[in-house]
């Protein structure tokens, strides 16, 4: 059996979005390969272990994404401290180091020569750096699986495209095949970034059939929202608002649970607004919550090159899905719309009508309540959107 090292900077023991993506990637690929997977550690994981199939190698390094991290200190400056503890000295480039660091701490834990090919994921784009610099020269095959867009990501202001096109097309090079994740596939291609020739798109992996669940209608309509909440590119407040008009009635409870960035909660969820925060959930606490909800809440991103990857989730649920969109162009209305039991509403109308839009919604959730899309439709309309199918087109580079 081939041996593939696999790099991934960010890897939590809770459920990130690129962490479960990941987790259910490489758990098709163990099907086939013997997969380590190197990562930073982070609070709470533990150290290395096997489980999923793959055996975790976690190497000393900073997470971006600790739960201290809550707008009123961000996550770059938190890194700039611990690099700076870490090397004696005051930095600004963070992000560069710290790809230096991870890579020292890789070539400790393993050894390239023991492999027989690399997968390295994004973001961040420090994994495609170590693979990029530990391959040259070596006659390793390479893959770089993108599921974010580095250079023309939209948080960062356009005075920065060129200088991160030029990193992401450098650390690039090496690379046998750059698998990008839809839509960002298309804004490279237009981009003329100079690895488009090896360039692949990818529909997003991220649908896992779920168990079906009894349907329990004693009680109020149990909505939830349950993700991470971002100043830059998604932002709650418009759909609080308008699940705070829905809650008033008693038929009706909301919930919204996930990590809070650039906001805090007093901002976000004062007492006796209607909508109950229960703070970040992990392990039992959030699948049970997460199972016991009637009916699903998505948040949109207000960039139109990223699709959050909690709507696969959602699917894989069955349950009835209420996505509130920021953009026309929005990536998640392609699925969405073709998802029997969702509620698509546009961001922007909901200011104009609020009474109305909450009526809406209101009889979305009390006629759907209950209802499931089954199993079989569920893997009919979004095969493309299973790990399984993700880890087939790896598997298939691999073997050719």
Known sequence: M?????????????????????RGVCRELAKHFAIDLVTVEVPGAGGSGSGDGFRVIRVPGYSFHRPQCTGKITPVILGQMFLEKTIGKTVHDDTRMLERLFERE??????????DAVISFSAPILAHGCASRMIRGTGKRWIAVCFDPYFDHRIFGEEYLEERKRREEKTMEPAEKVLVMVPTDGDYRRAGVA?????????????????????????????????????????????????????????????????????????????????????????????????????????????????????????????????????????????????????????????????????????????????RVSAEEIRETFAENTFGHFAETIRQILEE
Do not use: W
């Open 2 to 22: 081939e041996k593939i090292l696999a790099l991934a900077y960010e890897y939590y023991p809770t459920e990130n979005a690129n962490t479960r993506i990941i």
């Open 106 to 115: 890789i070539r400790r834990a393993v050894r390239l020569s023991d492999y």
């Open 195 to 371: 690895f488009a020739e090896k360039m692949q798109g990818f529909e997003v992996p991220g649908i896992e059939i779920a168990e079906p669940s009894a349907a329990d209608t004693a009680g109020s309509v149990r909505c939830g929202f349950f993700g991470s909440m971002y100043r830059e590119i998604r932002d709650p407040r418009e759909a609080i608002s308008l699940f705070s008009e829905v809650s008033m009635d008693p038929e009706i409870d909301v919930t919204f649970a996930g990590h809070l960035e650039g906001f805090s909660e007093e901002e976000l969820f004062p007492e006796n607004g209607g909508v109950r925060y229960m703070g970040t959930l992990h392990g039992e606490d959030l699948r049970r919550t997460y199972a016991e909800t009637d009916v699903l809440i998505n948040i949109g991103n207000s960039v139109d090159n990223q699709i959050p990857s909690k709507i696969f989730e959602y699917i894989g649920t069955g349950k009835p899905i209420i996505n509130l969109y920021k953009t026309p162009e929005c990536p998640t209305l392609p699925y969405l719309t073709r998802y029997p039991l969702a509620l698509n509403l546009f961001e922007g109308d909901i200011p104009k009508d609020l009474p109305g839009k909450a009526k809406q919604v209101r009889t979305f959730c009390l006629e759907t309540r209950g209802k």
